[in-house]
Each structure stands twice: as C-alpha cells, then as structure tokens.
C-alpha cells in the first residue's frame, strides 16, 4: 500500500476526532475495534505507564505485521482512556485515586485475536530480551483485542490541560446534557489528539465524549 492509501482514523473519521473549544456536538459513533488494557487510579497510578507501554508495543507490532503481511498499513491511531467511578462528580473535582480507566488504541477492522496473538508473542520475546523494559509480560497478557460500540454522543473538543477538564465537564453534564433531554450512559471517553511530552500543558488537545440516550 502506498503512503498516498495509507488509512488515517483521524482524516478517514475526521468528525470524530475534531470539534471546536466550548461547543458540544451530538455524533454518532460506530462500532470499532480497540486494543483495551484495564487499571485504577490516575495516570500517576504505578500501573499506568506500564499499560500505556504494552499497549503502543502491541499496537506498532499489529501495524508492522499488517503491513508485511497483510500488505496494509495504516497510522497508529492516538491514545484514548474510557473513565468512570462509583461517583462520577469525582471527574470534577479531579479526585483520581478513585478514578477506574481502560485506555486503549484503536485498531483497523481487518485485524483479528488471531492476529494479536500471533504479534503478542513476539512482543513478550522482544521485551523479555531487554533488561530495561518499560512494560512486563503480565501487562502485555492483559491487553486484549474488543469492539467499543457508543452510538449517540456529546463531545467537545478541550485545549489545555488534563486537570483543567473540570469545567467543562460540569457543563456537559449538568447543563447540556439535561437541557437537551438526553441521559448520560455508558463511560466517560477521552481522546488525546498530542502527545503531552512534545507540547506544553496549554497546547493540549482532547475529545471529551460521553455517550447519551436521546429521550
């Protein structure tokens, strides 16, 4: 596949990965494929940069396997985290210790567990051989291959930093969502569009989406 047909999720699904800084959008998500890895607390949590590193291992191993032996590439799409708690107004006064989180990448429609498994091998191989690595064999195993299907959502695009969400979350959920008859369901999905090494914490850019029943 040339670099010309090379998939893009974030041009392909373009709708779904962009917006405008306080402007809540009604989109309709479809059925998609995510390499998911589960844990609690913040991203401060010890096992979160263990997770995040099983999960780029596996993603660039799917798109390296794909690309030779599939003969389709594709970009690696950006990182994303489904969040939740018992009480969800602990989004918005950012109390993470009681924060739960799957953060997961999404992956093309072609690649399947058999797939996975075969890539997840060679991974554990690869990782077992450095004695620096940033992520275990326990933490791969537990990356799995699910379909996240959300149907109808509210998201805003947010720019700045992660702990400065809280805002507009209250507006979305105690404002927007109420105001247009709609009940929020399912999880609380971000979406980080940069990568919070190469830019300051004010440049930051992440979907907000919370799935909603239209009553």
């Excluded at 779904?16 to 306080?22: I, M, R």
């Excluded at 030779?68 to 590439?73: A, L, S, V």
């Excluded at 690649?111 to 992520?135: C, F, M, R, Y």
Aim: glycine share 6%.
């Amino acid at each position: 596949m040339s670099k010309k047909n090379k998939i893009d999720f974030k041009r392909q699904d373009a709708k779904l990965y962009s917006g405008k800084v306080e402007r809540f959008d009604l989109v309709k998500v479809p059925p998609m494929n995510y390499l998911m890895i589960d844990g609690d607390g913040g991203p401060g949590s010890e096992s979160y940069p263990a997770a995040i590193a099983a999960l780029y291992a596996l993603s660039y191993g799917l798109k390296f396997f794909s690309k030779i032996e599939m003969e389709k590439d594709y970009v690696v799409g950006p990182l994303e985290g489904l969040w939740w708690a018992d009480d969800m107004e602990t989004f918005i006064t950012r109390e993470k210790d009681k924060w739960k989180w799957t953060m997961m990448i999404r992956q093309p429609d072609w690649l399947l567990g058999e797939h996975l498994d075969q890539v997840l091998e060679t991974s554990i191989e690869k990782n077992g051989a450095k004695s620096d690595a940033p992520t275990d064999e326990a933490t791969l195993r537990s990356v799995r291959l699910e379909t996240l299907d959300e149907g109808d959502c509210v998201q805003v695009l947010h720019v700045g930093a992660y702990d400065d969400e809280g805002p507009v979350l209250a507006q979305m959920h105690n404002e927007y969502v109420p105001q247009n008859k709609m009940k929020m369901i399912g999880k609380h999905h971000e979406i980080y569009l940069n990568d919070p090494r190469k830019v300051t914490p004010d440049k930051l850019k992440t979907i907000l989406r919370q799935p909603v029943h239209l009553q």
